[in-house]
């Protein structure tokens, strides 16, 4: 093994308050956006609930309303708390903030060549137009399905 000591000491900045992120704008954005991932864990978390609860509807020869009890429970007791409404809001206006962010992040972060034997990369608004007309077709795809099985 080396006996080679190291007389280097690392610089540690000190770190004047916890809201050292509050002074810069840009630093602000990021905490925000990353706070977003809270509420989408809030979103998955309530669609897990739901599955669960269609999990507890029993095959059984009782009524189908007595059968689907749990999962009628959780669309009109759960769902329909306003509360629970509100903070739906909330999470779907995050999502579309992040989204709006991460699309316009994308272009910096990965690079797309106009062919192999180029190294020209794409103009960023082809980028982003190419995930807007993604967003907007999954979501009126969603939608369609949703609507024509109810």
Same mark, same amino acid.
């Given at each position: 093994?080396?006996?080679?000591?190291? &007389?280097?000491?690392? &610089?540690?900045?000190?770190?004047?308050?916890?809201?050292?992120? $509050?002074?810069?704008? @840009?630093?602000?954005?990021?905490?925000?956006?990353?706070?977003?991932?809270?509420?989408?864990? @809030? !979103?998955?978390?309530?669609?897990?609930?739901? %599955?669960?609860? %269609?999990?507890?509807?029993?095959?059984?020869?009782?009524?189908?309303?007595?059968?689907?009890?749990?999962?009628?429970? &959780?669309?009109?007791?759960?769902?329909?708390?306003?509360? %629970? %409404?509100?903070?739906?809001?909330? #999470?779907?206006?995050?999502?579309? &903030?992040?989204?709006? $962010?991460?699309?316009?992040?994308?272009?910096? !972060?990965?690079?797309? @060549?106009?062919?192999?034997?180029? $190294?020209?990369?794409?103009?960023?608004?082809?980028?982003?137009?190419?995930?807007?007309?993604?967003? !907007?077709?999954?979501?009126?795809?969603?939608?369609? #399905?949703?609507?024509?099985?109810?």
């Amino acid at each position: 093994m080396s006996e080679v000591k190291s &007389y280097r000491k690392p &610089y540690n900045p000190p770190v004047k308050k916890m809201t050292w992120w $509050t002074e810069n704008p @840009f630093y602000i954005m990021y905490m925000v956006r990353e706070g977003t991932a809270v509420l989408a864990l @809030f !979103a998955v978390l309530e669609i897990v609930l739901g %599955i669960f609860m %269609i999990g507890l509807c029993s095959i059984s020869p009782l009524t189908p309303a007595e059968a689907a009890a749990p999962y009628i429970w &959780y669309l009109q007791n759960f769902l329909g708390n306003p509360l %629970i %409404i509100l903070l739906n809001v909330v #999470v779907l206006i995050s999502q579309i &903030y992040h989204a709006i $962010t991460w699309f316009s992040l994308m272009p910096k !972060a990965v690079r797309v @060549f106009m062919n192999k034997n180029s $190294t020209e990369l794409l103009p960023e608004w082809v980028v982003k137009s190419g995930l807007y007309a993604a967003l !907007a077709g999954t979501t009126v795809f969603i939608l369609v #399905v949703a609507f024509l099985t109810v």
